[in-house]
Each structure stands twice: as C-alpha cells, then as structure tokens.
C-alpha cells in the first residue's frame, strides 16, 4: 500500500514537471525573440537637377518568427520621395501586395513608409530599399551641400556597420569637396574619397540608440539650382512676413483717409467762451473724443440738477462700497425730459424710488443702465448728423476685421508649421504685427461728416476756454458761468481746470447741491464735518482746492464735498454683483532604426532618416 501512493506521488510529480515544461517553452521561446541589423549600406547618387537617387542595402537577423520590416522615411524637409521599390538580395524587385514576399507603402503624416512582408523565423535576410528623394540639395552663397541622416539616435538595436557612399554629376576633385560626420558617443567614423565626386563615410560596432548623421559639401554648379514648391515657400514665406505689415499699413492708411478721417470742415476760432450751440454736455462729450463713459453720465446728472430736476445731497454715513451715502431727490416731473436725459433720469428714479435713491440703492442696479444710456448717446450723436455711422459700430467692426485677419493669418501659419515650410516664423511675425495695425487704427475709423466735423472744432475751442479760462477772460466777468458750465467741463474732463481758475473768488453756492453739515466746536477744537474730504471722478474730477469755511459758500465745499459725491457715485453707477463676472468695472535632427519606431526631422532642410521596425 505504502509502495502504490509512493508511485502514485512520483507519477503526480512527472505529469506536474511535464506541464510546467510546456508552459516554460513558449515563454523562453518568446523571452529568445530578436533582430537586429547586421550591416546597411547607403549608396547616395546625387542627380544634376538637385535629387538623390538612394538605394539601401539592409541586412537583418532574427531569432525568432517575424512577419514584416518597415521603413519609414521622413518627407518634411524636402520635397517627397517617389520610384519606390523593394528588391531581394538578388536584385529582383518584390510586387506589391500584404502576403508574403511582397512588399506595400503608405503614409502617416510626414511619414513615407515601406513594408516588406515575410514569415521568417531565426535567419537572416537581405532587402534592398531604392527609391527617389526630391529637391534635396541644400543651396548657399559658397556652395552647396547635401545633409543626409542615416540613422538617429533612437535605434534600439545593435548595427553591425554602416557605409554611407556620396557621388556627384561630373567630376569633382576630391580637395573641392568637403565632408562631416557625427556619430554617437565611442562610435569611431572614417572618411575617405577613393575617386572623383566620390565622398565614403564608415563606421562599426554602432551601439542601441546611437545617430550617423552625414555632410557632403561640393562647389557651386556642381548640381543646378531647380525651383521646387517647398524651395519656392522657403523664398516667398518669409518675404510675405516681411512685406504682410507694410501692406496692412498702407491699406489702413488709405481706408481710414477715405472712411475714417473727418469730412473737411471750415475753420474756426481758438476759443469761444459759450456753449457753441445747443448740444447737451453729454453729446457735446461724445462729440469730442468719438467715445461714451462714465463721465457723459456723470456731467447728464449734474446738468439735471443744474436745470432744477434733482438735488444732490451728501451725508456722513458709509454705504455702497465703503463711500459716504448720497442721496438723489427728485425736484420737478421728468415729462419734458427726451432721449438719453429721459433715460439717466429713469434709470434713478426708478419704480421701487419714484422721488429719492441713494448710493446704496444704485449699487450694483444702475450698472444694467449703463450700457442702454451709452447706445442712446451714440444713437443721438449720429442721428444729428454729427457722424456717417455709429461711432462704436465702427470700432467693433474694425476690431472685428482685426480679429478674422488674425484667424486667417493664424490659420495659414499653423498650415505652415505643420508642413514644416521653412520661414513660417517670419510670417508668423508679420502676421501679429499686422492685426495689430489693424485694431490701432479701429479706434480712429469712426467718421464725422462735414457738419460734425465743424461743431467738433467749435467745441474744441469751447474746452480750450474751459481748460485755460485765465488766458481768454477776466476772471471776475466769467464767475457767473461757472455752474452754468460745469457740466461740460465734467463731460470733456477738464473739471479740474475749470474749478481752480475759481479759488480765489467768491462764486455764489449752487442751490441743487448739499454739503455734510459743519458742526462748529469752540475756539481751539476746531471744525468737524460729517463727510470727508478729497476724491476723484476717475482721475478727473478731484479735489485740493484752497478757500476758507467760514462765511457761507467756499470751492473747498464744491471740490471736496460734491466732486467727491461725483467720484464715489462713478464708482457706485458702475458696480456690479461679482456673480455677473469679473471686474465691477468696466543643427541635427533626426530618426533611426527601432523595432516600432524610426528617425526623420533634421536641421534646415536635409534627407533621409527613418528607421525600422519589425514584427
């Protein structure tokens, strides 16, 4: 009994070792699986108009079973490879076919592959690989040369020796020809000239991952220049680029004098020291610069209140923003109100407070106004003839032309690098400078007719009134006006100008505007107001005008009182929730052999490459 199990046991045990031998087999067979390439030749027969006739002789070993070797050659740098064919080591050309023994070519982007199709197991074999590389040669003022990769630095498998063989056209004295030669590191390469037009480069023992990369250089002559479509993008690209922003610049010029310069008006006087006619200061705002902000809102609000429709009065307490609160009644019904004044008062005094806001109300509500106010202005300035078109339409539209010339020359650049066309940087440079010609000149393409381009010059010399009073009248015949014209001074910026020509004078208050009380304290306490002082109207409308308190009225109570109330309500008028988004503002290169992959690129221009792959 002890005898049977132990046979049974030794039985178990030799059909356990039998299966795991069948299962070992197939694994070191395929851990045995290799290639490898024993030897290349490389015969380079450069023709006389500029291509290279290329047959490779390639010898392969394989351990193992394998179906197929591809080639792939890189086409970027040059113009494309043609008269392909694959022979056998007796020199009989393979058909073209996927069954064995034949041979196929396709492509992956720059990529000419060639597949030789077989099941070979643990031998060696030898195909050679002739085909035609187009417009190869590379050109230069001192002579000319032919750059050939033959192998990169990504084979990752061993290569015996490697002869690369260069001959001319005609005959070429050896002294006249010059040669390179980088190979990998410990790679010893020879060169050597045995006749004519003849250049050899060798070299042995090539480790995995190592490149052979070769320069033949010869007189000028030798091959003759022939324009191909790649050499004749390589001259005009980079003209393009050059020549691209001069001629957007002088195509601008010449529409902007036919579409965007004024209309010619007659001329007029330096200043005036009234109101030229009886545009509003909004309009007369818009008018001057071609554009709609803030402070034609601004200087309609102070205008409203100069005319007796509202009051403006300041308080100490802080709300929207962290500003001291405002607050806006309504003096008068807004019946008589039109256009865009209708709309600014409207947009104040709105349903939820038909007679009294303040700051805090308008905050982020009177934002969603803004916008519909600034189109009315635009819609009014240009329907009183002042302009051929909308002024804003006509920079949003140019802004457009500069956006789709950006997409079609951005377009054309891409297309450029893809296909690796040498000087797509140039054009690519022309091409930003271009489109920024042209949204330079956007902003100065809206047109005034004739009669806009008149009123615009008597407003002009109406500002340089405003701006520099004490050189055109005398100041104590011009203190009357100055409420009278502070509006327009807010709408074309000067304010500031305007109100410190006034510091020395007695101006009478303007009853439309209310300060923060001052509290007196006794002598030695001094003064305390229940608002602040200084502020700004986006950089225009500010403050730091001297006077005294005493004795009624002073500039001090307008430039630090309500030009403030005007900067914090610019703020206010302007702010938005943060849901609503953003701002509450407005030399060598090249491939190998691999078993999957191969080498191609190169420094400008240059043929060859590629590799090999197996499997």
Request: aromatic fraction near 12%; hydrophobic fraction near 40%.
């Amino acid at each position: 009994m002890r005898f049977r199990r132990r046979l049974w046991g030794l039985a178990l045990l030799i059909l356990v070792c039998a299966v795991l031998a069948l299962l070992a087999g197939p694994a070191a067979s395929a851990e045995a699986k290799d290639w490898r390439i024993d030897s290349m030749d490389v015969l380079l027969n450069v023709q006389d108009k500029g291509d290279v006739i290329v047959d490779e002789t390639v010898t392969f070993t394989f351990e193992g079973n394998y179906h197929y070797i591809a080639r792939d050659i890189p086409t970027a740098n040059y113009d494309g490879i043609t008269d392909i064919e694959v022979r056998d080591a007796s020199g009989a050309v393979l058909p073209e076919g996927d069954t064995p023994g034949t041979y196929t070519t396709f492509k992956e982007g720059d990529l000419q592959y060639i597949q030789v199709n077989f099941d070979l197991t643990d031998t060696s074999a030898t195909w050679v690989f002739h085909y035609r590389a187009k417009a190869v040669i590379q050109y230069f003022d001192v002579g000319d040369e032919l750059r050939w990769y033959v192998f990169d630095a990504e084979t990752p498998v061993t290569i015996g020796a490697v002869k690369a063989t260069v001959k001319l056209p005609g005959s070429v004295p050896s002294e006249q020809m010059t040669q390179a030669v980088q190979a990998g590191y410990g790679v010893e390469a020879s060169v050597s000239s045995p006749a004519a037009s003849t250049m050899v480069y060798q070299a042995s023992n090539i480790p995995p991952y190592t490149n052979f990369w070769i320069v033949t250089g010869f007189p000028k002559d030798v091959v003759k220049f022939a324009w191909t479509p790649t050499r004749l993008a390589a001259f005009l690209i980079p003209k393009i680029g050059f020549l691209l922003p001069i001629a957007f610049l002088l195509g601008m010029i010449l529409i902007w004098r036919r579409r965007g310069r004024d209309e010619p008006g007659t001329v007029f006087a330096t200043y005036v020291s009234e109101p030229p006619s009886s545009l509003s200061p909004g309009l007369a705002g818009a008018l001057l610069d071609e554009k709609v902000d803030t402070k034609e809102v601004i200087a309609t609000i102070v205008d409203l209140a100069r005319r007796g429709y509202l009051e403006i009065t300041d308080t100490d307490k802080k709300g929207a923003l962290g500003k001291a609160v405002t607050i806006f009644t309504r003096k008068k019904p807004l019946d008589d109100l039109k256009g865009f004044e209708l709309k600014v008062a409207q947009s104040l005094f709105d349903g939820k407070h038909p007679d009294q806001v303040t700051t805090t109300d308008l905050k982020n509500h009177f934002y969603t106004h803004v916008q519909p106010i600034v189109d009315q202005v635009y819609t009014e300035v240009t329907t009183a003839g002042m302009f051929q078109g909308n002024p804003k339409k006509a920079r949003a539209r140019w802004f457009g032309y500069g956006f789709l010339a950006a997409v079609i020359l951005g377009g054309l650049t891409v297309i450029m690098a893809m296909a690796d066309l040498t000087g797509w940087g140039w054009f690519l440079l022309g091409s930003i400078v271009s489109v920024v010609i042209v949204w330079v000149f956007a902003p100065h393409m809206p047109q005034r007719t004739a009669k806009g381009a008149q009123e615009q010059r008597k407003w002009e010399a109406f500002r340089n009134y405003l701006r520099d009073l004490t050189r055109f009248q005398d100041m104590a015949s011009a203190k009357e006006n100055f409420e009278k014209y502070l509006p327009y001074a807010v709408a074309f910026g000067v304010e500031k100008d305007w109100v410190r020509r006034f510091e020395d004078l007695s101006v009478s208050s303007p009853d439309w505007y209310h300060p923060p009380v001052i509290v007196p304290f006794p002598s030695g306490s001094g003064p305390v107001t229940t608002g602040g002082l200084g502020g700004s109207l986006g950089g225009g409308l500010g403050g730091g005008i001297g006077g005294g308190i005493g004795g009624g009225f002073s500039l001090d109570t307008i430039s630090d009182g309500l030009f403030k109330s005007l900067g914090n309500m610019s703020s206010v008028l302007t702010s938005s929730p943060s849901s609503s988004g953003g701002s509450s503002r407005g030399a060598f290169g090249g491939g190998g052999f691999s078993g999957g992959g191969g080498f191609g690129g190169g420094f400008s221009g240059g043929g060859g490459g590629g590799g090999f792959r197996a499997g």
